[in-house]
């Protein structure tokens, strides 16, 4: 069974601060990488795609990527109340038949104002 | 990007009753997944429905309980049979689209998804 680990939180962080979440994946296999952001009683939404190893900047948001490790991680600089959400780790993996997408049990993120 | 959306968004049922959900995309698509989120839980795939054949379902999860129709590229409903408290949940349809045209990778958009109360 393929899968995929995140600490389930919560984190808290002060306004302004750098929020770290990171994630880590089974299968060596792997291709690509998300991360998505939900919002209580929404829907989760794409924030930030890798599938190359190093860094990937985006505004405030850096995914990193280290396969050897199979360790993906996202940070938020400059966390603002409105970063409060639940980030889940997504991972496309090949199974028989084609890719299909697993995703983590997600961190909860508080920042404070 | 793809607009999705569901019906019913909310509903409380009755043990042993059936509740059929519909999922609706603005544009044609391949495949569409259905997935279950339980309360403070990450999304389980329940699963993959493509357009002309049978859906094929991830483990743990049966056709008689939850039959699947796709009966064209932008429609799909999953109804969930003999319903019982463990199945309240939020049901969430998705697609996938390429985010570049070198197609990888695939971002998945979701439905407003279905919040489902089984008494």
């Known amino acids: 069974q393929k899968e995929v680990e995140q600490n389930s939180g919560p984190l808290s962080v002060p306004e302004g601060a750098i929020a770290s979440l990171n994630c880590t994946y089974s299968?060596?296999?792997?291709?690509?990488f998300f991360w998505y952001r939900q919002y209580s009683g929404k829907s989760p939404e794409l924030i930030m795609f890798?599938?190359?190893?190093g860094d990937k900047e985006d505004g405030r948001f850096t995914a990193q990527l280290n396969k050897a490790s199979q360790y993906v991680s996202l940070l938020i600089r400059d966390s603002q109340p409105s970063d409060s959400a639940t980030y889940l780790c997504?991972?496309?993996?090949?199974?028989?038949?084609?890719?299909?997408?697993?995703f983590g049990a997600g961190t909860r993120l508080f920042v404070k104002a | 990007s793809a607009v999705i959306s569901q019906k019913p968004s909310r509903d409380i049922c009755q043990r042993g009753t059936s509740l059929t959900i519909q999922c609706q995309v603005d544009?044609?698509?391949?495949?569409m997944f259905w997935y279950r989120q339980q309360p403070g839980q990450s999304l389980t795939l329940i699963a993959t429905?493509?357009?002309?054949?049978?859906?094929?379902?991830e483990s743990g999860f049966v056709i008689d309980k939850f039959p699947i129709s796709r009966p064209n590229l932008t429609f799909s409903t999953l109804t969930v049979s003999n319903m019982s408290p463990e199945d309240s949940s939020i049901y969430l349809c998705?697609?996938?689209?390429?985010?570049?045209?070198?197609?990888?990778?695939?971002?998945?958009?979701f439905g407003p998804g279905t919040r489902l109360t089984v008494l």
């Open positions: 998705s697609v996938e689209e390429a985010l570049s045209r070198s197609q990888v990778p695939n971002e998945q958009f």
């Open positions: 997504a991972v496309n993996s090949y199974y028989t038949g084609g890719f299909k997408t697993i």
């Open positions: 544009s044609q698509v391949t495949m």
């Open positions: 299968d060596r296999g792997s291709q690509s």
């Open positions: 429905a493509n357009q002309g054949s049978e859906a094929t379902y």
């Open positions: 890798i599938y190359s190893n």
